[in-house]
């Protein structure tokens, strides 16, 4: 059975950082493209990072190239992102996602797509407030 726990979640004020965790069990994450969702309260969905089970490459929405960064420990079976100056705007549950099941050709354009992806952790609350 497949199981995404993300941990790392909390408050912090704007300029910090904050290290997301995805550890995954059922699974070995390195065999699966892996994302990372965001929902704000009243917004929609929003893409933020994914990584390439093929390749390793990374995707990023615009709203936070340069801030945050997408990496796996194959080891320990984990994603992460590294999220750095943070900004009252990156408040929201973050979720890991897994189970692309859109073409490896398109990963570029449908990485940021929800419903390419089959399995969701619970989410963790990420704050940004001074």
């Known amino acids: 059975q497949v199981q995404l726990a993300e941990s790392g979640g909390g408050l912090v004020q704007p300029g910090e950082s904050l290290r997301l965790s995805c550890a995954a069990s059922?699974?070995?994450?390195?065999?699966?493209?892996i994302g990372w969702f965001r929902q704000a309260p009243g917004k929609e969905r929003e893409g933020v990072s994914a990584i390439s089970r093929t390749d390793g490459s990374t995707h990023y929405a615009d709203s936070v190239k340069g801030r945050f960064t997408i990496s796996r420990d194959n080891t320990k079976n984990t994603v992460y992102l590294q999220m750095n100056s943070l900004k009252p705007e990156d408040t929201a549950v973050y979720h890991c996602?897994?189970?692309?099941?859109?073409?490896?050709?398109?990963?570029?354009?449908?990485?940021?797509?929800?419903?390419?992806?089959?399995?969701w952790g619970q989410g963790v609350q990420v704050t940004v407030s001074s």
């Open positions: 996602v897994s189970g692309y099941r859109g073409p490896t050709t398109l990963l570029g354009r449908l990485w940021n797509v929800s419903g390419q992806y089959e399995h």
């Open positions: 059922g699974f070995a994450l390195q065999l699966d493209t």
